[in-house]
């Protein structure tokens, strides 16, 4: 027999009711006190007076997320996974397995084989519509990649795939390379979440090249509108420190260094890199951990021109000769 949700609602309430005359007609064993209650949200009863948990059930039949409003509620609700952005369809299709196998492990027949391999080539081609849609599968595949190889977060995926929803929306891919659009938001993706990584290091895992990526990149951030803060060269110097295996003593002595330089006015124009790169090699030598300027341009891939130049100026602005 089918209920109806106000006949379920119904039969809670008279449940819960149910409850609150059985915990009013039972005392409690600790103070022989009658005003016990019970709580909704662990559905446990309990003294009001000493505090006792008289009875507690704890076989919750509610979600996992708390809620408290209502329009959260509404967000938060679901039925199967959550979806996600970065697929073209946000997750919502079934896959269907690679594996020849059948709910038992047992491998299929040469006959089931054939049909579903019939049954995954059309299932590929019926979930692109048109060529939007395949635009966008192909760019979001490509974003995955590239952020799978620069090891960035999940979040920045999820911003990426929405820069590239909305490129697409505005209209913004006509003219120009799916992978340059794609690794250009990928790198906007990564500047809005602060993710420090440099657009050479963007480059190497992209398919296109570095000087179509920053015209590409400046051409969507302008048309969309996005708001990017400078990059702080203090964002790399963790990790440049961490591939030099510097001590914790450089890492602080180059922070200190790109601090009391920017106040001077010295990161003006300059590459963040580079002025990282400079200030990891200066502190280098003021602890007495000397590296090369070869092995610092190496891990920040920049020239060891850069490194000298700003490490000039660097060193002057900080008074030590």
Not at 49 to 74: T, V
Not at 177 to 186: F, K, M, P, R
Request: aromatic letters at 4%; glycine letters at 6%; a negative charge.
């Amino acid at each position: 027999m089918v209920r109806s949700p106000r006949q379920r609602e119904r039969e809670e309430e008279s449940a819960t009711e149910a409850d609150q005359t059985e915990s009013e007609e039972r005392a409690c064993p600790e103070c022989d006190s009658a005003d016990l209650v019970t709580s909704n949200d662990s559905n446990e009863i309990i003294c009001e007076d000493c505090g006792l948990i008289i009875e507690e059930r704890n076989i919750d039949h509610g979600p996992e997320w708390r809620a408290f409003n209502h329009s959260e509620r509404q967000s938060k609700s679901r039925v199967g996974a959550p979806t996600t952005q970065t697929m073209h369809d946000k997750g919502l299709t079934t896959q269907i397995d690679w594996k020849d196998k059948d709910a038992y492990g047992r491998s299929l027949s040469s006959e089931k084989r054939n049909q579903m391999n019939r049954l995954r080539k059309w299932q590929e081609r019926i979930r692109t519509k048109d060529a939007g849609e395949r635009n966008l599968q192909f760019a979001l595949s490509e974003i995955d990649r590239m952020a799978s190889a620069l090891g960035v977060p999940r979040s920045v995926r999820e911003v990426s795939s929405v820069i590239y929803r909305r490129a697409l929306t505005e209209d913004l891919i006509r003219g120009r390379s799916i992978e340059g659009v794609a690794t250009s938001c990928l790198y906007a993706g990564c500047r809005q979440e602060g993710i420090p990584r440099s657009l050479e290091e963007v480059a190497e895992v992209s398919r296109v090249e570095k000087k179509e990526i920053g015209r590409t990149y400046r051409y969507v951030a302008k048309e969309l509108g996005l708001e990017m803060k400078p990059v702080d060269p203090k964002e790399y110097v963790p990790r440049f420190c961490s591939d030099l295996e510097a001590s914790e003593e450089v890492e602080m002595k180059a922070t200190e260094i790109i601090d009391t330089t920017a106040e001077q006015g010295l990161l003006s124009g300059k590459s963040p890199t580079g002025f990282a790169a400079a200030a990891i090699y200066a502190a280098s030598l003021l602890c007495n951990e000397k590296k090369t300027q070869r092995e610092v341009a190496e891990v920040a891939q920049v020239t060891e021109v850069t490194i000298r130049n700003r490490y000039q100026e660097q060193i002057e602005a900080m008074g030590v000769y």
